[in-house]
């Protein structure tokens, strides 16, 4: 079955890279995604990678695709303390649902 | 405007009551989902409708019954609720086949 992993916790200072890892098995998976929670609140959909793209850059946000290591990274230039939140890896498995991995939680600290 | 809303946001609720959540999109898509958080913080999907119809049914216990009037509401009533129910339910929706899947705010659900 499918199965995503992620470290669970990244602690940056202002102003610098982060740069969130994720692991995944499914090699079928179209799709890849990062989603942002603030707490208590929902899911904010950042970006998604085509899985025959290697990168994709969305303003402060790069995301790199390895697809024969099946690894994911989110990287955020010039992390802000707004950028403190969880974030989730997940990919697309049969019938559009998504398969998330447990989250990285960003603590960025001024 | 918000693109998927659900109803309530909080519910405080006691075992063995049964309840309903409420989620409507107003994106014109035409598959619906159901997700569960647990207190780690895990996700994983309940259930997937399109075009009113279930699609995916994980395993989940038959307490909860999904209803989807129309491609605009997908509605979770839970029977019976039992202490392990306590969650945060997300709402989403998307295209079929849709890259973008969008989410609601979500529901807190305790159950004492």
């Known amino acids: 079955g499918e199965d995503v992993e992620q470290s669970l916790f990244l602690s940056v200072r202002e102003g610098d890279s982060s740069v969130i890892n994720c692991t995944y098995t499914?090699?079928?998976?179209?799709?890849l995604y990062w989603y942002k929670q603030e707490p208590g609140a929902g899911l904010q959909l950042l970006t998604y990678?085509?899985?025959?793209?290697d990168m994709k850059q969305d303003q402060r946000l790069t995301v790199l695709l390895n697809k024969k290591d099946k690894h994911l990274s989110l990287r955020i230039a010039d992390t802000q303390t707004g950028d403190s939140a969880i974030y989730f890896c997940?990919?697309?498995?049969?019938?559009?649902?998504?398969?998330f991995g447990k989250g990285t939680m960003l603590l960025v600290s001024p | 405007d918000t693109a998927v809303s659900q109803t309530p946001k909080y519910l405080v609720t006691q075992m063995g009551n049964d309840k309903s959540i409420k989620c409507e999109q107003n994106l014109g898509h035409d598959t619906m989902y159901w997700y569960k958080q647990d207190s780690k913080k895990f996700l994983k999907i309940m259930f997937s409708y399109n075009n009113k119809e279930l699609i995916i049914n994980e395993t989940v216990p038959n307490r909860f019954s999904p209803k989807s009037p129309d491609k605009a509401h997908l509605n979770l009533h839970i029977n019976s609720l039992e202490l392990g129910d306590s969650a945060v339910y997300f709402c989403?929706?998307?295209?079929?086949?849709?890259?973008?899947?969008?989410f609601g705010p979500g529901t807190r659900l305790t159950v004492t």
């Open positions: 990678i085509f899985s025959n793209m």
């Open positions: 997940a990919e697309v498995s049969g019938y559009s649902t998504l398969t």
């Open positions: 989403a929706s998307s295209q079929a086949g849709g890259r973008e899947q969008y």
């Open positions: 499914d090699s079928s998976s179209t799709y």
